[in-house]
């Protein structure tokens, strides 16, 4: 045997399945650059982008575990920040393109404790949203007092029906196309 109890088969298995892993995270992290890059080029499209782009991380969450998704966020984040001639999806991205992966963290813990925590993270991003979004347009001066908490309030509510329709898209990965998926992946 070999000095780690490995044969030389397994060995190489094991580094063809890892090659395979992160050669599915870079086509996926081009594809969300690309993603990104429509977005930039439609204003309309940037926000809906940046959502799409972070649900391509929900088969690598899934299918993977820790470490890819987290690679695959950032490395979507810095090429899209560096690359994209509008800067607004990957800003909305890398605010809040990592949630797929902590949403299944913390939907292991008790409701009450993950319903306080998802609150949280949503204020958190919404906080940053909305300040970055006021005082990177320059508006603040001439704004009435009610908009920032309306603007607040509206990214709150979109949020929890982004977390809500996440919830959706992956129960329906689960049963209906992860097979067809995961073979692809593995």
Not at 54 to 75: D, F, R
Not at 134 to 139: E, H, N
Request: aromatic share 10%; hydrophobic share 50%.
């Amino acid at each position: 045997m070999t000095p780690n109890n490995q044969n030389p088969r397994s060995r190489r298995a094991e580094r063809r399945a890892r090659t395979k892993r992160l050669t599915v995270c870079a086509m996926l992290t081009a594809l969300g650059v690309s993603l990104s890059w429509l977005g930039s080029l439609v204003s309309v499209l940037d926000m809906c982008t940046a959502l799409f782009t972070a649900l391509l991380l929900v088969p690598i969450v899934i299918e993977y575990g820790k470490g890819y998704p987290w690679g695959v966020w950032l490395a979507t984040t810095a090429l899209a920040l560096v690359l994209l001639p509008a800067k607004t999806p990957a800003a909305v991205y890398l605010v809040f393109g990592y949630y797929p992966i902590i949403k299944a963290r913390l939907e292991r813990l008790p409701t009450s404790v993950m319903r306080l925590l998802k609150l949280l993270v949503f204020l958190a991003v919404d906080a940053v949203l909305v300040i970055t979004s006021c005082y990177l347009v320059g508006v603040q001066e001439q704004m009435p007092l009610w908009y920032p908490a309306a603007l607040a309030a509206m990214g709150l509510v979109t949020l929890c029906l982004t977390d809500l329709a996440l919830t959706r898209l992956i129960t329906l990965y689960l049963y209906k196309y992860r097979a067809r998926v995961s073979k692809w992946m593995h």
